[in-house]
């Protein structure tokens, strides 16, 4: 499986459904699961974690509702977990058409970013409804 190159610069993350998120991020971004999926019926929800092959980045908390009365639940209804990933790319252009061959979907841009010095960011969707913004490597 081919995927994209690109470096985690900026997290648990809501998420409505584990196993569609864990294939999401595998997909899209070479994630593998660490540990879980572990029910934590205190909490009220069910999480696991994702890391990359030899640590190249930091590890990522799934978490989804366990049942309706979830907080998770109500976050989701809100909007979401974390509000977004960013990941650092080498060439927006590339990586842009090979996230939309992955089913992505284009929120906005590339556009210049003041506070990344002009270098350009794009917002964008992944098949598990997260929002993923990449920025030009400096």
């Excluded at 660490?34 to 990522?60: A, H, M, W, Y």
């Excluded at 977004?84 to 841009?109: F, I, P, Q, R, W």
Aim: net charge negative; hydrophobic share 45%; with cysteine.
């Amino acid at each position: 499986m081919k995927v994209m190159e690109v470096r985690f610069a900026h997290m648990g993350v809501a998420v409505a459904d584990i196993l569609t998120a864990r294939e999401s991020f595998a997909e899209l971004f070479g994630y593998e699961l660490v540990s879980g999926p572990f029910d934590d019926p205190i909490q009220k929800v069910t999480v696991c974690f994702l890391g990359t092959p030899g640590n190249r980045e930091p590890v990522i908390e799934l978490i989804a509702p366990l049942g309706e009365d979830s907080p998770v639940k109500r976050l989701l209804a809100k909007g979401g977990g974390a509000y977004h990933l960013c990941y650092e790319v080498a060439d927006m252009e590339k990586a842009m058409n090979e996230a939309k061959s992955k089913g992505c979907v284009t929120v906005s841009g590339p556009v210049a970013a003041v506070a990344f010095g002009g270098r350009r960011i794009a917002w964008l969707y992944t098949p598990a409804r997260q929002l993923v913004e990449f920025v030009e490597r400096g």
